[in-house]
């Protein structure tokens, strides 16, 4: 077994059951023991490269050094992100594509979804005031999928919803499970890319009709580089990339819920109405708490850095969650707190939750600005425009659940709309 001897390399045949025990803190746990940024491993019987720092994610995202093509694992792309879709895409048929989505995903329509969040809130307040108790993640699940469908013009009925979000957040939640739980987000993908694939197909023959300016039609009538339209399924495959990242919102939501409870003393400048401090709070939630622990890339041509030859084909992992909490890079990293944001905005590579470098050139996702305002809409529905009392529950989190949840889901009682 040869290793390059200008970083560490962790001794051992191989480390994947080590990642599934240690999760979100599997690379940090290294970087800190061999006090590096940059160390080799083996997992799943593969050396593998780890990286982090700003400095590590800035090459990450040099499309020149590393591609995406064959960095997700098979199993990932069967349950996460479908075969053969955009997050495995590279040059100009990644940026063609890129541009479709960016298109759907622009500041008025991150505007009119968080608007839309909104509405559909105040509609559900007064079904959560008849029940004993709600369990929020579970809620703000439905309310996400019903106006991610309407927003996207996706026709489904409402009584199909629970399903539905249910599908697509298991898609999320398979991705660091094993066993029972990561077949339950593959059946879902198929189920769902199935049920997608006909109502693209419908699209196209007339049957049901669509706006030109819906994600259902722009997804329905993509073309690929050659400038031929998609098959069905792998429309279908992009159509569920536009529904799925908005429904997993509902993991951060849940925990900006957490946050507001925890501390308290959060709330008072988001009682402002001021659009910056509601910024602030939820970037803070985006980075202190756990959802995407790292991120994989190829190395796509040998090339050297900080004193190390990448060769061709390494799968290389960069550290999110680690950089998150390390102290070189944050004053108050293991606390929470919205002031981490207070003076810049953080568009540095040392604050990535959704990927680093220009969303419209690069891999950076461009739901992102969707994430921060309907995050924004719904935090400020929390402390502005409801009331509720919060019980004694298990607000605990594990690190080695890739994703991860509070235990509780967030439990609310006696909810009232103010």
């Known amino acids: ?63 020149d050094r590393f591609q995406r093509k064959w960095a997700a694992p098979y199993r990932i792309q069967q349950s996460l992100f479908g075969v053969g879709a955009i997050q495995g895409m590279d040059g100009q048929a990644h940026h063609q594509r890129k541009q479709q989505f960016l298109s759907l995903m622009d500041k008025r329509n991150q505007e009119r979804l968080a608007e839309m969040v909104t509405n559909e809130l105040k509609h559900s307040i007064p079904q959560w005031e008849k029940e004993e108790q709600v369990r929020f993640f579970k809620e703000i699940k439905n309310v996400l999928c019903w106006v991610a469908c309407q927003w996207a013009g996706v026709p489904v009925k409402e009584e199909d919803i629970p399903d539905l979000a249910d599908d697509l957040i298991s898609m999320v939640y398979a991705f660091g499970r094993v066993g029972p739980e990561h077949w339950k987000g593959r059946t879902a993908r198929n189920r769902t890319e ?57 993991t951060y939501i849940t925990f900006a819920a957490v946050a507001l409870h925890e501390h308290p003393k959060t709330k008072e400048p988001l009682k402002e109405h001021n659009s910056r401090n509601l910024e602030m709070f939820v970037n803070e939630v985006r980075r202190f708490y756990p959802f995407g622990p790292f991120l994989g890339a190829r190395v796509k041509e040998d090339f050297t850095w900080n004193n190390y030859t990448f060769k061709r084909g390494t799968l290389v992992l960069l550290d999110i969650y680690g950089m998150h909490h390390d102290e070189r890079f944050w004053e108050t990293p293991n606390q929470f707190d919205p002031n981490n944001f207070k003076n810049q905005d953080r568009n540095d590579y040392s604050f990535i939750p959704q990927g680093g470098s220009d969303p419209g050139k690069g891999h950076r996702c461009p739901g992102e600005g969707i994430t921060v305002e309907v995050m924004k809409a719904t935090v400020d529905f929390l402390v502005n425009k409801m009331d509720y009392d919060v019980p004694a529950q298990d607000f605990n989190y594990s690190l080695d659940e890739m994703p991860t949840l509070p235990k509780s889901g967030f439990l609310m009682t006696n909810v009232k709309r103010i």
Not at 3 to 10: F, G, L, V
Not at 23 to 36: E, M, P, V
Not at 229 to 236: D, R
Request: net charge negative.
């Open 194 to 250: 199935g049920w997608m694939e006909n109502i693209i197909e419908d699209v196209r023959s007339g049957n049901i009709p669509a706006d030109e300016s819906s994600a259902l039609y722009v997804m329905a009538f993509l073309k690929d580089e050659k400038g031929q339209h998609l098959p069905a399924k792998k429309a279908a495959i992009e159509l569920i990339n536009v529904l799925r990242p908005i429904v997993a919102i509902s």
């Open 1 to 63: 077994m040869r290793y390059n001897e200008e970083i560490p390399h962790e001794e051992g045949m191989d480390h994947s059951i080590a990642l599934l025990q240690e999760g979100y803190l599997f690379i940090k746990n290294r970087a800190d023991q061999f006090k590096t940024d940059l160390f080799e491993t083996r997992v799943l019987g593969k050396k593998v490269v780890c990286m982090t720092g700003p400095e590590a994610a800035k090459i990450f995202y040099d499309l």
